[in-house]
């Protein structure tokens, strides 16, 4: 369970960033209703991924970084990358969804662009710290301010 589901909700992420690269290109050949239908798929294999990462930190806790103390610096500079990263795409997300809704176009296809760069970015980072974290260097697990302060 401690390495299963950090392994399945970092899945959930890279699923949703293909998803996102894949709605792209379909927008780009004016197919819409599939674009719409594999963007939502997208969107909500983000939000089961937010929803798991959550209740894990309530009910399990988090990871702290386990690798050597030279490390430790860059290590904290690339997860606050990341976590800065990942919350302005989802605030980027919920303003593309809901320019879409309302039928705003034109700005959803200048906001969606920079939301799908960054949502691609972000779920590349994730995978990283998810390499950092549980395959290279794991340590104990503690509370979320363990594990992105120590
Ligand atoms: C978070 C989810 C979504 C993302 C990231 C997203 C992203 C994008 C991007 C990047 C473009 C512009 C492509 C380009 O010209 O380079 C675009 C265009 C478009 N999107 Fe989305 N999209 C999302 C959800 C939706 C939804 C739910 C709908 C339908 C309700 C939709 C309808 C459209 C339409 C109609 C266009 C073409 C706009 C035009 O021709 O000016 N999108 N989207």
Redesign the pocket.
Known sequence: MQTLLPLFTTSLVSSSAIL?AI??RL??K?K?EQ??RV??T??GLALAFFILYSLRTVVIGNVKFGGPDYLLVPYLIFLWTHIILSTTSAV???V??VL??R?R??R??????I??VM?LITAFTGLAVYILLYVLFPGDVGTIFDAILH
């Not at 959803?108 to 662009?113: D, S």
């Open positions: 996102v709605g792209w927008i780009l004016n819409r674009h719409k963007m939502l997208a969107a980027f997300g919920i593309t969804l879409a809704f039928e176009f034109e959803h296809r200048k906001i969606g662009r939301t799908s949502w």
